[in-house]
């Protein structure tokens, strides 16, 4: 069975930086794309960043230009790098991964727990 594991969460000062990181756990037999969304109190889950097998990526008009998704494909691992973090990017952050489990699988979208991120002011 799939399963996500995020690490890198924590507190830090606004300005500062964080390193998610996500690794699949089980058997997969592909990767679409691998990535990060996140869900602050109150709010709906938002896509945050999204890598593609084959490299392209996509954010959200609020953190571009601060993280950066990058991914190994031989470690079957995404990483966001935060950096200039805000208040507002206070949130429980999920990796995200869609892909197929077999040969004969269709393509299904795997969540992790979550990760939380709280930036202080």
């Known amino acids: 069975q799939v399963q996500l594991v995020e690490s890198g969460g924590g507190l830090v000062q606004a300005g500062g930086s964080l390193r998610l990181s996500c690794a699949v756990s089980?058997?997969?037999?592909?990767?679409?794309?691998m990535g990060w969304y996140r869900q602050a109190p109150g709010k709906q889950r938002e896509l945050v960043a999204i890598?593609?097998?084959?490299?392209?990526?996509n954010y959200a008009d609020s953190v571009e230009g601060r993280f950066t998704v990058s991914r190994d494909n031989a470690k079957n691992t995404v990483y966001l790098q935060m950096n200039s973090l805000k208040p507002e990017d206070t949130a429980l952050y999920y990796c995200?991964?869609?892909?197929?489990?077999?040969?004969?699988?269709?393509?299904?979208?795997?969540w992790g727990q979550g990760t939380q991120v709280t930036v202080s002011s």
């Open positions: 995200y991964l869609n892909g197929r489990e077999t040969w004969s699988s269709l393509h299904t979208n795997y």
């Open positions: 089980g058997r997969i037999f592909s990767i679409n794309a």
């Open positions: 890598i593609t097998s084959g490299g392209n990526t």
